[in-house]
């Protein structure tokens, strides 16, 4: 499991390329697997004639770069990808950024916490932004590590040792013992402003021009699904859910998603199908628009 996302820029004429794709990945399998996000970095590169589009591995090899999106801790990944972006000069002038899966919640993480090169357009694609509580199905070849990582999340998902070692423990969303996730997550609970406002976090948050939110509305993967809506469930209950907008993040606008919601900034779009289950035809039609 690794970072699934890219991030395009705009680049001078000198340069002889309209556009420049940077692609930052972090997904279940590697950043470079033909199968997967190989195949969408080949797709988007047909679709906008001129891109150029770069595999980023968290680590120096495909191996690491599987292994450290299981263990390695997520602010660590956040900050060796914001170091990466501000050290290329081609994305000095901005840059859009698309992340699949947990790559959504954490290329926010990085709109959020390093403003310079500035990310213009957020797309989350089935991204957790709410988190998570369940792991129904582990998609990809280590089911071994799945049935794993779901004994520890059982069994003590804010312990200081699981926070630190285990990425999906980092944004495990107990609604059962709020107390214990707003006190001991050590990303999600950042992000979202669980403890204190970071007025920091707000205001570079809103410096995007769009934040799209993409939901698969037959999930069987990401639990619960509304998450990727920055929906989920009700404190207290592991039942019933809330929608953004009934939340307590967003009628006191912790993060600014209600005075971006106000601007016409944020965007969700619902399609048919299973997580991250998607045709060329609508990829082409929802959200290379946000690309160009």
């Not at 970072?3 to 395009?8: G, T, Y």
């Not at 263990?71 to 972006?85: G, H, T």
């Not at 998570?132 to 990582?149: A, R």
């Not at 520890?152 to 998902?157: D, P």
Request: aromatic residues 10%; proline residues 4%; glycine residues 6%.
């Amino acid at each position: 499991m690794s970072w699934k996302s890219m991030v395009i820029s705009q680049v001078p004429s000198w340069l002889q390329c309209d556009k420049l794709l940077r692609w930052p990945f972090l997904n279940r399998d590697s950043c470079c697997n033909p199968l997967s996000m190989g195949s969408i970095k080949k797709m988007v590169e047909e679709t906008i004639p001129g891109i150029d589009v770069l595999s980023l591995m968290i680590g120096k090899t495909v191996i690491q770069d599987t292994e450290n999106g299981f263990f390695m801790d997520v602010n660590e990944q956040v900050s060796m990808v914001c170091s990466q972006l501000a050290q290329d000069p081609k994305l000095k002038d901005g840059y859009n950024a698309m992340g699949f899966s947990q790559g959504g919640q954490f290329l926010r993480a990085v709109a959020q916490r390093c403003p310079s090169p500035p990310m213009k357009t957020l797309i989350s694609v089935g991204g957790q932004q709410q988190g998570v509580y369940g792991l129904p199905k582990c998609p990809g070849e280590s089911s071994h590590i799945c049935d794993w990582i779901r004994k520890k999340l059982n069994s003590g998902a804010y312990t200081d040792i699981v926070q630190k070692h285990l990425v999906q423990a980092q944004y495990w969303h107990d609604p059962l013992n709020d107390d214990l996730y707003k006190k001991h997550s050590l990303f999600l609970a950042d992000i979202n402003q669980e403890r204190v406002v970071n007025e920091t976090y707000k205001k570079n948050l809103q410096l995007l021009d769009k934040f799209v939110m993409v939901k698969f509305l037959q999930d069987s993967v990401v639990d619960p699904a509304d998450t990727e809506w920055f929906g989920f469930l009700k404190t207290g209950q592991a039942k019933e859910t809330e929608t953004l907008q009934e939340s307590v993040l967003y009628k006191e606008d912790r993060l600014g998603l209600a005075a971006m919601d106000a601007a016409g900034k944020l965007d969700f779009l619902g399609t048919e199908g299973d997580h991250l289950q998607f045709t060329r035809e609508w990829f082409n039609a929802k959200l290379v628009p946000y690309l160009r």
